[in-house]
């Protein structure tokens, strides 16, 4: 029975559900030649969508159907199980699908750091419409998409609307910062898994090396090398999907000498 642990995810952990990554093997920015489709400065920027809106949205709709035909892996359910297991638990996903809500992680214990590609705003106005993510709605949800204009309108003030997600430039939000603050602030874990993640921003790194400092475990888990993984205490090279089910049996029974 683990005490306090932080689960951060990123890509990776969804690449078994067939929603590829940005930077692992075949990820939308890493076999980027210039002037292809994945731009992340097209797609993933204010600059971009001010520039292109159609060609974002394109995109981001594509994503979102991809993501609503996907199923959540291993990997995903191992995560929730452990977010039941843990007296205290938080899950930090950079990841903006929803597998992890419907692999069963109570979405009280889980901040999406980069937003929920299924939500839409209006940058004037900040109207949002947290869109209908539900399973049951799918097919609903997808047939209006569909059949919806190409860039939605704002229906407060008539400005273009767009994903919910946090692009390069931006800031994240203060209060979803606030709620990984308070967590780390209020104790240190002994247990931090960094799972599917290039850990590219310092704000990643920071979180799980303080969060796990003193006696904490700090287990990577990813296919190759990446910034944290020099911090880690115990480094997991393979896939998220093999890898945790067995690490959260392991840890249910305290035997974290067998990870
Ligand atoms: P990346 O695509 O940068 O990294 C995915 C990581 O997962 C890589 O380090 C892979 O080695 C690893 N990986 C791939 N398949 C795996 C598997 N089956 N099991 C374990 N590891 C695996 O994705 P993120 O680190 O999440 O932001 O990227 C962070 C942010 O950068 C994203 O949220 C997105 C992106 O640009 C924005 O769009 C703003």
Redesign the pocket.
Known sequence: MMDRVLVI?????S??SGI??????G????NRQSGSDFD?MK??TPEGFAENPERVWEWYRARRKQIREAQPNP?HRAIARLSIQAREFLLV????DDLHARGGVPVEKMVQ??GNIFVTRCPGCGLSDPGRGSSSDRNFEQEQEEEEEMIPRCPECGGLMRPG????G?QLDRRKIDIVEDFIASGPCDMVIV???????GY?IDWAVRASTGEGELIE????E?PLSRFATRLVR??????LPRIVEALACGDVSSL
Do not use: C, D, M
């Not at 888990?221 to 190759?224: C, D, H, K, Y």
């Open positions: 995810t990123g890509a990776g952990v690449a078994e590829p990554t940005f930077r692992g093997k990820g939308y920015w890493r992340p797609l993933a990997a996903t950079q990841n903006v750091i980069h997600v946090v692009w390069f931006e799972a599917g993640t290039t850990a590219a921003f990643i888990i990813n296919l190759e990446t393979e896939s998220a999907a093999s890898s």
